[in-house]
């Protein structure tokens, strides 16, 4: 069974600093995807960014780039430049590919504040 | 496009009352999954259906749920008799269903039962 966990519940940064959220994730799967999806406070989940498994190279969009340490099954997030809109909560989620579709499987959430 | 479109925002009942939660998907999306939201158990797949059908229920909590997906445009949730342990935050996403795994979500439905 996939598991993602999230160890911190909650975070704060000050506004132009860099955060990493942590999480980390167990499958048995050796094809599988992972996420960092953000909800604002209008509850709405957005996704943020993604990574293949089978790619080595961190996935980087933007201000969001990931740490991703396929050994350890560890895929943290990190945020530079922190901005105020970057105020959220923010899940990790594992997604291993069934035929078409698949269940993606979230952790506990972590709430980021960014201070001004 | 419009998104997912979930209706109603916001419900509040009485403990044995039939409550009914309504999502229309993305056009030409698929895959439709029906999430729960809570404070205690965070975000928790209850179904999902891959061409209107379903394809993994294992998530859903008992028999007082159930969920259908009569066609490709619309999908409704159904909690019967309801309880106040329902209350929550139910979302439904769809997707391609070409394994991106970038799940749509809508704004949700925020459901109190008294």
């Known amino acids: 069974a996939q598991t993602v966990t999230q160890s911190q519940p909650e975070m704060s940064v000050q506004e132009a600093e860099t955060v990493t959220l942590s999480c980390t994730y167990d499958?048995?799967?050796?094809?599988?995807?992972l996420f960092w999806y953000k909800q604002p406070p209008s509850r709405q989940m957005i996704l943020v960014i993604r990574q293949e498994a089978y790619k080595q190279q961190n996935a980087t969009e933007n201000r969001f780039s990931v740490n991703f340490q396929k050994a350890a099954k560890s895929f943290s997030l990190k945020i530079s430049d922190s901005q105020l809109g970057d105020t959220a909560m923010y899940f990790c989620a594992s997604l291993s590919p069934s035929g078409n579709t698949g269940k993606l499987i979230f952790g506990q959430g972590t709430t980021l504040q960014v201070k001004p | 496009d419009a998104g997912v479109i979930q209706s109603p925002r916001h419900e509040v009942t009485e403990m044995g009352q039939e409550v009914t939660l309504r999502c229309k998907p993305i056009?030409?999306?698929?895959?439709l999954f029906w999430y729960r939201q809570t404070m205690m158990r965070g975000l928790e797949l209850l179904i999902y259906?891959?061409?209107?059908?379903?394809?993994?229920d294992s998530g859903m909590p008992e028999d007082r749920f159930s969920a259908k997906m009569p066609n490709a445009s619309f999908s409704t949730l159904k909690i019967q008799p309801s309880e106040p342990r329902d209350s929550a935050v139910y979302f439904c996403?769809?997707?391609?269903?070409?394994?991106?795994?970038?799940?749509?979500f809508g704004e949700g439905s925020r459901l109190t039962v008294l």
């Open positions: 996403a769809s997707t391609p269903g070409r394994n991106t795994g970038e799940l749509f």
């Open positions: 056009s030409g999306h698929n895959s």
């Open positions: 499958t048995s799967e050796n094809n599988y995807y």
């Open positions: 259906f891959n061409n209107n059908v379903p394809i993994d």
